[in-house]
């Protein structure tokens, strides 16, 4: 038994890890790889095995840069099925089919430029009819129910916390006479957060893969967060300007809602038009609302009380492109969210050309920004932004509200890592380079625990 990482390995994002097991190939999650241009090109770039010979596809959660690669890789020949959280099957067929229609407009944009210098086109990674063709490969489970899915592999998903059907991936494996047990954290999700559960604790393996994105800071606690993220929204309001937050779709979104009922009177959220400019994060709303048996106690007592906890009296959802456009002749009155949430593309990248010049805007960010991304850019305080060929001046007001985040931080990693007995071998992975030593130090000093730093293309035996 041994497993190759093949992407997240000292990074972020394109989370993408092989197994073998006897005679059985598996993948745990084949995501994008997001970032700046260059980082994006290494996505079109051969997998670096042959996808027909992999058996089955195990997804963490249904954020692209987990999922975002299944469809090339069924393009590409391989023909098994793709197990998840049946939240998580709903939810990726409207995060891929989107993807696919990026990937078109991509394809489209560039080959106009092709055409013009006497060059062959080039194709789309994958298209939204390829998207809509993987998702009939996937199989949706239950938390906490065992399945084997392949010859000597066990598998159980249990929630991760982390978005809606996130979860973490036990795998119970048997060849040549040996028996191992190998834990994937996926995304775990930030304690005591609004909507969903804690994590799961684990007691037992052999090797934990473990995410590391917050492995070297610490979250604001709640409380703190809610009282800044209200100062915010009332010092916006006393000076009129619109407030422009960069959201993910699938989770940030629906827990921003959420806090919004929750403190619509103390917060004033009644003074403003709240804009859910994203019909992608519209449709994963109305998921999160079927989902309510794997709410948390709070939102579950809304839920049974006949109440939808994601639902405003002032929540305008913006399906089409003329009721975006429409956003854009506000001056101010407005809290508008919309995708991407690290502002590589998506709406948000037109409203910020309408009014980060504006210096009675305010800019909210409330998620992970990577490296190379415009939000990361906008957070560490440029200047300046180019959008479309035109440079802009930053004159909005910029805020950062890091106790929003969605991945637990370094606490509660070491939190949720020291629940297991004997604190088995670990591999890291999901993280940048100061966030993972940062954390591995910490974990090798108060456990004494072999930790391994994945790197790009390494094989670790089991």
């Keep these: 038994m041994h497993i190759e990482f093949f992407g997240a390995a000292r990074e972020v994002t394109g989370s993408c890890y092989l197994l073998e097991v006897g005679k059985s190939r598996l993948l745990i999650d084949c995501g994008m790889i997001q970032g ?6 290494h996505n079109s770039e051969p997998f670096l095995f042959a996808p027909d010979s992999i058996d089955a596809v195990i997804l963490t959660h249904a954020h692209v840069d987990h999922s975002g690669r299944v469809p090339l890789l069924i ?9 998840s959280h049946k939240a998580t099957v709903e939810l990726c067929a409207i995060m891929l089919e989107d993807a696919g229609y990026l990937h078109e407009k991509e394809a489209e944009w ?34 906490a129910n065992s399945t084997e899915i392949l010859p000597g592999v066990k598998l159980t998903l249990q929630d991760a916390g982390h978005i809606l059907g996130s979860a973490i991936v036990e795998l119970e494996l048997t060849a040549d006479g040996k028996r191992r047990k ?22 037992q393996a052999d090797l934990v893969v473990m995410e590391s994105t917050y492995g070297d800071r610490l979250h604001r606690n709640w409380d703190e967060t809610w009282e800044e993220m209200g100062k915010i929204i009332s010092n916006a309001h006393s000076r009129r300007g619109n407030i422009l937050i960069p959201a993910f779709t699938i989770g940030r979104t629906q827990e921003l809602l959420y ?11 009644g003074d403003w038009d709240i804009y859910l400019d994203s019909p992608m994060g519209i449709k994963a709303t109305e998921i999160y609302a079927k989902y309510s048996n794997i709410y948390d106690a709070e939102a579950r007592d809304i839920y049974t009380r006949g109440q939808n906890p994601f639902s405003l009296a002032n929540l305008h959802m913006s399906r089409s492109t003329e009721d975006s456009m429409k956003i854009n002749e506000i001056k101010s009155g407005a809290i508008i969210i919309a995708g991407s949430g690290m502002c590589t593309g998506g709406r948000i990248r037109h409203h910020l050309k309408y009014n980060i010049e504006r210096k ?23 200047k300046n932004i180019s959008l479309w060929g035109n440079k802009l001046k ?37 993280g940048e380079i100061d966030a993972m030593n940062t954390l591995a130090q910490k974990i090798k000093s108060e456990y004494g625990s072999e930790v391994v730093q994945a790197e790009f293309k390494q094989r670790l035996e089991v």
């Design 394 to 430: 930053v004159g909005a007001k910029v805020h950062t509200v890091g106790g929003l985040s969605a991945h637990a931080d370094q606490q509660g990693l070491m939190r949720w890592y020291g629940n297991f007995t004997e604190h088995p071998k670990l591999a890291l992975v999901h």
């Design 36 to 41: 700046s241009d260059l980082h994006l090109r």
């Design 259 to 269: 806090v919004f009922r929750k403190y619509y009177k103390k917060w004033g959220i």
């Design 360 to 382: 009675d805007t305010h800019i909210l960010f409330v998620g992970y920004q990577a490296r190379g991304t415009l939000g990361r850019i906008i957070v560490d305080g440029a």
């Design 110 to 143: 560039k080959n106009k430029k092709l055409k013009r210098k006497g060059l062959e086109p080039i194709e789309p990674l994958y298209t939204q009819e390829e998207a809509r063709l993987a998702h009939k490969q996937f199989k949706g489970l239950k938390y």
């Design 182 to 203: 190998i834990v994937f954290s996926g995304d775990l999700g930030h304690y005591a957060a609004p909507v969903l559960h804690d994590p799961t604790s684990i007691k």
């Design 75 to 83: 393009k590409q020949g391989f023909s098994g099925p793709v197990y």
